[in-house]
């Protein structure tokens, strides 16, 4: 009889305070904004995406970036800053955080109309800059969006990604995190692409980024890990959400992959019921209700 087989330890990656808060409408205090983080430090988390360095013309729930890295940054975390360009990475060398983000879709659609550059003209830009990053000694995570759908185009080919994400390992990053940008995603597909990239890149960091719009996400992160995946980005509270991708809801709740994965046996580091605090920080700023499952069971008893 075939076993199941299941890392003993999963990193979780939050990224509540950037990726989760960047869609929310209303501009969401500063103050509560690095209450919010601190807490989800406290809850034993410590990998996280603080912001990110973009035009607050287009994304001003950021415009407080650099307040936010001056006065949230420690030893104990890696502390992650999301630059989409040239400007962004000059913002990021003007702070001391030294772990940075950076993106491209593998949608050529999605990319126009996210930075208005075609995926191959992206990676031209990055590809010096990821260089650079390097030689300064920085920590480089590479965020693929739209690695499985596209909200313009639809279903991507796998060797697609694949062929995107060797470009970003040949640059030199360190990190490939791998997102279902719209949550379209199913297991058996999850499974299949994460197969094939670890067997293609068995040195990087692979992180799985799974939305929820279909309800999918924790079925998907049970495949990713069935094909050897040991890291997954999630947001508190389930926030998030992408601007330029219509349909997309937010990010698999912390609260219910670190439930499920507690319930299997495997270590997370991380306390759900402060984590369940740091979510009732940000939940009175926020412009939807949480809904994960276990925020929703357990907000009143703790």
Request: one cysteine or more.
């Amino acid at each position: 009889m075939m076993k199941l087989q299941f890392p003993d330890k999963v990193t979780i990656i939050e990224v509540g305070p950037r990726d989760g808060l960047q869609n929310e409408k209303a501009f969401v205090p500063t103050e509560i904004k690095k209450a919010f983080i601190q807490s989800l430090k406290n809850a034993g988390l410590t990998e996280m995406e603080l912001t990110s360095f973009v035009s607050p013309k287009w994304v001003p729930q950021m415009g407080d970036a650099a307040e936010i890295v001056a006065d949230c940054l420690d030893i104990q975390t890696r502390n992650i800053v999301l630059a989409p360009n040239r400007k962004g990475i000059d913002r990021v060398y003007m702070t001391d955080c030294k772990a940075v983000a950076l993106f491209v879709g593998v949608s050529n659609t999605f990319n126009q109309k996210n930075i208005n550059k075609s995926t191959q003209e992206s990676m031209d830009e990055l590809t010096p800059i990821i260089s650079e990053l390097k030689k300064k000694g920085y920590f480089v995570r590479a965020c693929i969006s739209t690695a499985f759908y596209c909200p313009y185009e639809g279903k991507m080919k796998p060797e697609d990604t694949l062929h995107l994400c060797r470009q970003f390992v040949s640059a030199g990053v360190d990190e490939l995190s791998v997102a279902d940008t719209i949550g379209m995603a199913a297991p058996h597909e999850s499974f299949a692409l994460f197969s094939l990239l670890k067997k293609a890149f068995p040195d990087t960091l692979l992180t799985a980024h799974f939305h929820d719009t279909r309800k999918m996400a924790l079925t998907n992160i049970f495949a990713a890990m069935q094909a050897g995946v040991e890291r997954f980005d999630t947001s508190a509270g389930g926030l998030g959400g992408c601007p330029f991708a219509p349909g997309a809801a937010g990010n698999a709740a912390t609260e219910d992959v670190v439930y499920m994965l507690q319930r299997m046996g495997i270590e997370t580091n991380v306390d759900l019921e402060k984590l369940v605090q740091a979510i009732k920080i940000i939940q009175p700023h926020l412009s939807r209700p949480i809904e994960s499952t276990y925020y929703r069971l357990h907000s009143e008893i703790v």
